[in-house]
Each structure stands twice: as structure tokens, then as C-alpha cells.
């Protein structure tokens, strides 16, 4: 990848795209891992107005640590750039408390775990309304096209996209190139929507150069009865994802209605 020429067609892409939409700049949560770094960044050197946001949700304090040492790296370096700090914590316990309350908790485990990312979604776009900012999304190319790693509505409510091209590994090599810190980098890829110390690999059952594989061999036309073994294991772990969540990866399927159901036939009579 010539990797700084792509810095620059992201970089001015985002930039035409502001312009002609005629907003300010972009908002973004920060969460302490590569892609909202990246995503960012990118942002930052556009030169336009970028408002990061925390939005911490019975956070671990390292994923803190990390989102407010890059926001301060970006001050640094960047000019209009801004943060805010806004804790989602007693809003989502609120939101706990007011639901209907279950017999086994681990039945609505997942459901909570995605409505911390939709409470963030709601937060950006409060926030991309009063400023005129566009919602920059974080999702790189396995997550958004691959296995559908996001949650709807949730990070995956976004105006635009621009790291959703690149695989992972691009993510890290941009990364290196942009100068990203280093804890950064070396930190192990999660959602964080749990609020405990689990890897997206945990959750996936594969890491992300294993994905990457597993999309390009799909693309390749191979099958499942093609490999053996790891290889085997992996490729069914990216089929079996990517049908669960293809929901996430079309259009919201529409209804049409026959044009003759919306015909009416008027009868003159004398």
C-alpha cells in the first residue's frame, strides 16, 4: 500500500465531503483503540473543526487512559481540535433501572452491551447537530463489510465512513505512518461494550488477520471444503458471521408495492 498517498485521498475526501455538505468539520468518540485514532487523525488533518468525545460507560480505566492521551496528542499537534468528556454511566443505569427487569441476566447480556453503543450514537449526533459537524464512523473494512462487527444503529450510525476501504492491517500500517502513540498500537482491538477486559478475538473466535484471510478467500469463490484444519475452523467462523449479520451489511429492505395496488381505475357511467 503506498500509504502515504492514501493518508491524502482520505484526507481531502473528507475534506470535499464537508465543504459540499457545507458543515464545520467532523465529532468522533474516542475510545482508546487503533481505529478511533486513526479515524481522528485523519479528521485532525483535514484542517477543519474536530470535536472528539469520551463517552465512558462503566469504562475500564485503561481504555480512559488511553482516548484522553490521544486527544491530548491531537491538541498537540493539530490545530481545532476540542473534547469533551461526557459520562454516559448514569444514564445507562438509569436505562437499566427503567427496563423490565429479567429472570436470568445473561438473557439481555448483548442487548445492553449494544445499547451503550447507540447511547453513544444519540450523544454524537446531539452534539453534530448544535455544532454542524459530521459523524465521522470508525468501522474498518472487516468489521463493516466482512463479518458485520458493529451494532446497528449504534457505531454503525454514522454520515460517513472513511477507513471502511482498508483492512485492519492497513489501519496499523496508517497508524505507524501517522504516528499514532504506541500504547495505542500495541493495545489488543476491543469494543470496550462490556465493561470488562474481553478482545474482539474473544468475541469473534478469530483475530483480525485471520478474517482478512477468510474475505478473500470468499471473494476468491472458495468453500469451506477447500481447507483443513485452523484454516478450515476460520473460514467457517468468517461464513457463519458474516450470513448472522448481513442485516447490518444491506440496504433496510422496503417493501414495494405493486404498481396496479396503487392504481385506481376510474368508470365513468352516464
Not at 474536530?50 to 492521551?69: F, G, S, V
Not at 449504534?154 to 454520515?159: A, S
Not at 478469530?206 to 482478512?212: K, R, T
Not at 483443513?228 to 442485516?247: G, Q, T
Given at each position: 500500500m503506498?500509504?502515504?498517498?492514501?493518508?491524502d485521498?482520505?484526507?481531502?475526501w473528507?475534506?470535499?465531503?464537508?465543504?459540499?455538505?457545507?458543515?464545520?468539520?467532523?465529532?468522533?468518540?474516542?475510545?482508546?483503540?487503533?481505529?478511533?485514532a486513526v479515524?481522528?487523525t485523519l479528521?485532525?488533518?483535514?484542517?477543519l473543526?474536530l470535536?472528539?468525545l469520551?463517552?465512558?460507560?462503566?469504562?475500564?480505566?485503561?481504555?480512559?487512559?488511553?482516548?484522553?492521551?490521544?486527544?491530548?496528542?491531537?491538541k498537540?499537534?493539530?490545530?481545532?481540535?476540542?473534547?469533551n468528556?461526557?459520562?454516559l454511566?448514569?444514564?445507562?443505569?438509569?436505562?437499566?433501572?427503567?427496563?423490565p427487569?429479567?429472570?436470568?441476566?445473561?438473557?439481555r447480556?448483548?442487548?445492553?452491551?449494544?445499547?451503550?453503543?447507540?447511547?453513544?450514537?444519540?450523544?454524537l449526533?446531539?452534539?453534530a447537530?448544535?455544532?454542524?459537524l459530521?459523524?465521522?464512523?470508525?468501522?474498518?473494512?472487516?468489521?463493516d463489510?466482512g463479518?458485520?462487527?458493529?451494532?446497528?444503529?449504534?457505531?454503525?450510525?454514522?454520515?460517513?465512513s472513511?477507513?471502511?476501504?482498508?483492512?485492519?492491517?492497513?489501519?496499523?500500517?496508517?497508524a505507524?505512518?501517522?504516528g499514532?502513540?504506541?500504547?495505542?498500537?500495541?493495545a489488543a482491538p476491543t469494543?470496550?461494550?462490556?465493561?470488562?477486559?474481553r478482545?474482539?478475538e474473544?468475541q469473534?473466535?478469530?483475530?483480525?488477520?485471520?478474517?482478512?484471510?477468510?474475505?478473500?478467500?470468499?471473494?476468491?469463490?472458495?468453500?469451506?471444503?477447500?481447507?483443513?484444519?485452523?484454516?478450515?475452523?476460520?473460514?467457517?467462523?468468517?461464513?457463519?458471521l458474516?450470513r448472522?449479520?448481513?442485516?447490518?451489511?444491506v440496504?433496510?429492505?422496503?417493501?414495494?408495492i405493486?404498481?396496479h395496488?396503487?392504481?385506481?381505475?376510474?368508470l365513468?357511467?352516464?
Amino acid at each position: 500500500m503506498q500509504t502515504e498517498k492514501v493518508i491524502d485521498h482520505i484526507v481531502t475526501w473528507l475534506k470535499n465531503y464537508a465543504e459540499k455538505a457545507k458543515m464545520k468539520g467532523f465529532i468522533i468518540g474516542i475510545s482508546g483503540g487503533i481505529d478511533s485514532a486513526v479515524t481522528s487523525t485523519l479528521c485532525a488533518k483535514t484542517g477543519l473543526e474536530l470535536l472528539c468525545l469520551e463517552m465512558p460507560i462503566h469504562q475500564k480505566a485503561n481504555q480512559e487512559a488511553r482516548a484522553a492521551n490521544h486527544i491530548a496528542w491531537l491538541k498537540e499537534n493539530y490545530k481545532l481540535v476540542r473534547s469533551n468528556n461526557i459520562n454516559l454511566t448514569p444514564v445507562f443505569d438509569s436505562f437499566v433501572d427503567t427496563v423490565p427487569s429479567v429472570t436470568d441476566e445473561a438473557d439481555r447480556f448483548l442487548s445492553l452491551a449494544n445499547t451503550r453503543a447507540r447511547l453513544r450514537m444519540t450523544t454524537l449526533y446531539y452534539f453534530a447537530a448544535l455544532d454542524q459537524l459530521l459523524v465521522a464512523g470508525t468501522g474498518n473494512k472487516i468489521e463493516d463489510f466482512g463479518v458485520g462487527f458493529f451494532t446497528k444503529y449504534g457505531d454503525g450510525g454514522v454520515d460517513l465512513s472513511p477507513i471502511a476501504d482498508l483492512s485492519k492491517s492497513e489501519v496499523y500500517e496508517i497508524a505507524e505512518t501517522l504516528g499514532i502513540l504506541p500504547e495505542i498500537i500495541q493495545a489488543a482491538p476491543t469494543d470496550g461494550l462490556f465493561g470488562d477486559d474481553r478482545t474482539d478475538e474473544d468475541q469473534l473466535g478469530a483475530s483480525y488477520p485471520e478474517l482478512e484471510w477468510a474475505m478473500e478467500m470468499t471473494e476468491k469463490g472458495k468453500s469451506e471444503s477447500d481447507f483443513f484444519d485452523r484454516e478450515k475452523e476460520i473460514f467457517r467462523i468468517f461464513s457463519r458471521l458474516s450470513r448472522a449479520n448481513k442485516h447490518k451489511m444491506v440496504p433496510i429492505p422496503v417493501c414495494e408495492i405493486p404498481i396496479h395496488l396503487k392504481t385506481t381505475s376510474h368508470l365513468r357511467t352516464k
